[in-house]
């Protein structure tokens, strides 16, 4: 990681080396933060923020779910993110927005502790490999699974549950798969470590709905949009393990990972073995808005002037 320019923390610019926390913040010995991960593209020389509004939204209702009141209103989050890019003078980036619970008192009770507000931005790569979003990946069918319903909320996007996705991805990797899928309390499928997961069958979408215990991801939603724009049926339900094994086509989503095709699971070929015909319909649209060959005609682009 690129470990040079500005962060902002608490409303000021500080250096890359000096954005620090002490050591007993409660975020650090119990996981009460939450985050957002969004990316800002390059076109034809300019920058834009993809679904700025989408994000802090979020954000603020992870926020709302832990009892943390930012102290900053949504439009000075959006613009200190705009600033962040402008301030680096970055052209494409990650940017990660951060509010977590301070140093204050020690205990689990976490509401005596102060928030501390955070966005940094770097240069980002490929995040599932280099040739991915054409290629596909392999998956495997992850021994983690998602949590019950009434354990902790997986629609907030918070450190702590993040904890069960490192597990997923640890597991996967070290048996040389790149990515998992977990499945949810009742055993059906829920969603990757950290991608949102869709099949396609008989040019029907499906995608597991938000009580199989995902994140309701901002990628997740610009395909449901997609599909609906193109004329393709999509469905959000409770999906059996099995049924990616049968399925024509599958694929996952997030913003770091953006549209991946996966081409196996648990060494079953899915289709053909490679990206199908509808993914490539729907990362097509994606990618042409990003790339700036299609016009933005969702508003998904925010221009950082």
């Known amino acids: 990681m690129r470990e040079q320019g500005k962060i902002w923390f608490n409303g000021k610019f500080v250096s890359w080396k000096n954005a620090k926390v002490h050591v007993l913040s409660h975020a650090i010995h119990y996981g009460s933060s939450i985050f957002e991960g969004i ?15 989408a994000h802090i939204e979020r954000l603020y209702d992870s926020a709302k779910i832990y009892r943390m009141e930012i102290p900053y209103s ?3 989050f959006k613009a200190a993110t705009l600033q962040v890019v402008q301030v680096n003078r970055l052209k494409s980036c990650y940017i990660r927005p951060l509010v977590f619970r301070g140093y204050g008192s020690m205990g689990v009770y976490p509401l005596s502790n102060p928030l501390e507000a955070v966005i940094a931005a770097w240069e980002w790569q490929g995040y599932l490999g280099k040739n991915a979003v054409d290629k596909g990946i392999n998956v495997r069918i992850s021994s983690w699974r998602r949590p019950a319903p009434d354990t902790f909320p997986t629609l907030a996007k918070a450190g702590g549950n993040y904890l069960n996705s490192q597990l997923i991805k640890v597991e996967s990797v070290q048996s040389g798969i790149e990515e998992g899928i977990a499945l949810d309390h009742y055993g059906y499928v829920s969603e990757g470590s950290g991608e949102n997961v869709f099949m396609i069958k008989n040019g ?3 995608t597991p709905p938000s009580s199989s215990s995902i994140l309701a991801g901002i990628t997740r939603h610009s395909v449901i949009v997609i599909c609906r724009h193109l004329g393709i049926e999509i469905r959000q339900q409770v999906l059996p393990r099995e049924s990616l094994y049968i399925a024509d086509e599958v694929f996952l989503t997030g913003t770091a990972s953006e549209i991946v095709p996966v081409k196996k699971i648990d060494d079953v070929k899915i289709g053909d073995g490679k990206r199908g015909e509808i993914t490539e319909r729907i990362q097509k649209v994606f990618l042409n808005i990003i790339n700036g060959v299609d016009e933005d005609i969702f508003g998904w682009l925010t221009p950082v002037r």
């Open 39 to 53: 990316r800002c593209y390059e076109i034809k020389n300019k920058s834009f923020i993809f679904r700025l509004d």
């Open 74 to 76: 949504k439009n000075e």
């Open 204 to 206: 029907v979408v499906f």
